[in-house]
């Protein structure tokens, strides 16, 4: 195997774990979802996102720029919370 | 802690351990693009891009969807690529 495809070797692995994490956090979230759900309360919290990012630049030590992984959460962000209004809807379904 | 705030704390874990992940995928892809570089092949590899997403919705078992995980690897993959380029921008200018 070349150095190159060793490598890509690699990327595919990490794309898996990432796969992996990113499917944790949106079961966690959907969890989460339900919960404000039965305590009556508003799913987007953005003062809570805000001290994510925050948290996240903090803990960002590169090669992304503080600004890149902000805008990767973001979208991950958004992605989950579409999940738990996705559930939500097929709740009022049933 | 109640069930929601220790919840929002494995949330937070889950964050740090993605961001780890992706900065570990961006230094990497840095990499790869200068092994590239020396060999003088393109960055962009269309090919392979699909092969990677793929792959992703192969072993994606959700709960996200698969063109949702699609979605947010083609954001990561976008951002290495420009941190590619960036790298090579300034290697121009030395």
Redo the contacts between chains.
């Keep these: 195997m070349s ?2 495809e060793q ?2 070797a ?3 692995e ?6 992996d ?12 979802g339900e ?2 759900r039965k ?1 009556g309360t508003n799913k987007f919290d953005p003062e ?1 996102e805000r001290h ?1 990012l925050n ?2 630049a903090e ?6 720029e503080d600004s ?2 902000q ?3 973001k ?2 962000f958004k ?1 989950c919370l ?2 738990q209004q996705d559930s939500s809807k097929k709740l009022l379904l049933v």
């Design positions: 150095n190159l490598m890509r690699e990327l595919q990490l794309n898996l774990q990432l796969l994490l990113m499917n944790q956090r949106a079961a966690l979230s959907k969890a989460i919960v404000k305590q809570f994510m948290q996240i803990h960002n030590h590169g090669p992304f890149t992984v805008h990767l959460f979208q991950i992605a579409d999940l």
